[in-house]
């Protein structure tokens, strides 16, 4: 790739900033160029982005017709699966798929609000709210 | 304020650019592609069994901390690591180590990062940066991030969070400072071991997910993809490809470019114009790379219809390409 095709295109993903990538410059070898961004790329990560958007609504009605936990709406908002949030609050996973259920989550004790709450980075009170 | 004087520099991978920026802060120019290519830390892996959000890791180079190990030998010096059970812990190592004028590389999760752009903050436990000072009185951490154009300021509550995030290859806080001064390494030496390392890591690898055999392999999952059935699960394992070629740092098409730039510094230190000529053969198969990417973002965006065959179909031709590309470059380092 020659530094004149380094795409220029302005990823909104970039939030403004400028990324570095290798390309031929002007004096025929190999540097760094600094890009605005690429469709491509912007496509991609705005793809993974909306994944979670997504999985975020939809857990986001099922708590409202109260088949689910606003644990899941604030695992999906911190870009987790059942896994990673298992991982990051260092339960298993089973525990974790139980407190989604919202008769569960209704009951959770104190020092699990506070260790999901960490988990998330968000405040202990803020758990149970959703909206 | 304790503040090393400390030059930052904008590089396109963050293992890569925080160990050229410490070797290049102990006195010893040390470029990117460089630091790459003499840890030999270019490959290609798939690894279905480890899921990331259901995704499966997938890489193009080699695993984390390999470029922080693979320098002490060349370079000849050794770095010391660093990981803490308890984050205090872990922050007053920092402290005392800033306060001591050192310059310390660390493993952070992108995620806990305030100052990147909300959409790159993904739960990544493998990202580096250097931290080179302390503002004493608001507790911030003075940081070089080698991705961003600048150095950056951040609170130690948020760094001590990124550097102490749990799951999948969990940073522990640790941290990275060379231990000696690095020293210029016997070129004619150095760069053909390296070379023969990412040959034998491309080509001859006894599990069949890393290198060559590892894009025969994902092209393969490709063939299988539920593309009819599902086409939003589809595009995601497509789309997840792309973004670990192209979004992750990797300087454009899977490090090809930036291990292009390492060759053709590499013939002009140990005057072996072979290397200029296989590294102007890497870039063409970088731009391949590319225009793959370019192929599955099209399909994503339903501007093309689905067809993951035809993306395996271009796969299969890459691995084919890279196969013929690392024999040649195997040949040319034991012609040394």
Redesign the interface.
């Known amino acids: ?1 020659n530094a004149d095709d380094v795409p220029q295109e302005g990823s ?13 410059t002007h004096d025929g ?4 160029v ?1 890009t605005r961004g ?4 912007e ?7 909306q ?2 958007e997504e999985l975020a609504a939809r857990a986001l009605e099922r708590t409202h017709a109260g088949q689910s936990s606003p644990l899941e709406v604030h695992m999906y908002r ?4 059942v ?2 949030l298992a ?2 609050s ?1 339960l298993w996973s089973w525990r974790v798929r139980r407190h989604l259920r919202p008769a569960v989550f209704a009951r959770l004790s104190k020092a699990l609000r506070v260790r999901y709450a960490q ?1 998330l ?1 968000i405040d202990t009170d803020q758990l149970s709210v959703v909206d | 304020m304790t503040a090393t004087h400390f030059v930052h520099q904008q590089a396109s991978h963050c293992e890569s650019g925080v160990m050229s920026a410490i070797v290049r802060h102990c006195g010893l120019p040390l470029s990117e592609p460089m630091a790459f290519g003499l840890s030999s830390a270019l490959t290609f892996a798939f690894l279905p069994f480890f899921k990331l959000s259901g995704l499966p890791l997938v890489s193009y180079r080699m695993p984390p901390r390999t470029i922080i190990r693979g320098l002490q030998k060349p370079l000849r010096f050794s770095m010391r690591t660093e990981t803490f059970r308890r984050p205090e812990d872990g922050a007053r190592r920092l402290n005392e180590l800033l306060d001591a004028g050192q310059v310390v590389g660390l493993q952070v999760s992108v995620f806990w990062l305030p100052f990147m752009p909300p959409d790159f903050r993904f739960h990544f436990n493998a990202h580096n940066l250097i931290a080179y000072g302390r503002d004493k009185a608001d507790g911030d951490y003075l940081l070089s991030d080698p991705v961003l154009e600048e150095p950056v300021r951040c609170a130690s509550a948020d760094l001590t969070k990124a550097r102490f995030a749990r799951g999948l290859l969990a940073p522990k806080g640790l941290l990275y400072y060379p231990a000696n001064a690095p020293q210029e390494p016997a070129w004619e030496r150095a760069i053909p071991v390296a070379l023969k390392k990412t040959a034998r890591n491309m080509l001859h690898t006894p599990l069949p997910f890393i290198g060559v055999k590892g894009i025969v392999r994902i092209a393969r999952a490709f063939e299988r993809l539920p593309a009819a059935t599902d086409p939003q699960a589809t595009k995601l394992f497509i789309g997840h490809l792309v973004r670990m070629q192209e979004e992750i740092g990797t300087g454009g098409g899977g490090f090809r470019f930036m291990y292009a730039a390492f060759l053709e510094e590499a013939a002009t230190l140990i005057d072996r114009p072979a290397l200029a000529e296989l590294g102007a053969q890497l870039v063409e198969i970088g731009d391949l790379w590319r225009e793959f990417a370019l192929a599955a973002a099209r399909m994503i965006r339903d501007r093309d219809p689905l067809d993951p065959a035809h993306l395996a179909a271009l796969l299969r031709a890459q691995a084919a390409r890279e196969k013929t590309f690392f024999t040649s470059l195997n040949k040319a380092a034991r012609l040394s």
Request: charged share 15%; glycine share 12%; no cysteine.
């Open positions: 790739m909104a993903t970039y939030g403004g900033h400028l990324k570095a990538i290798y390309a031929r070898r190999l540097g760094l600094q690429w469709e491509v790329e496509t991609v990560t705005l793809q993974a982005v994944a979670f911190a870009r987790m699966d896994a990673q991982q990051a260092g988990a980075g």
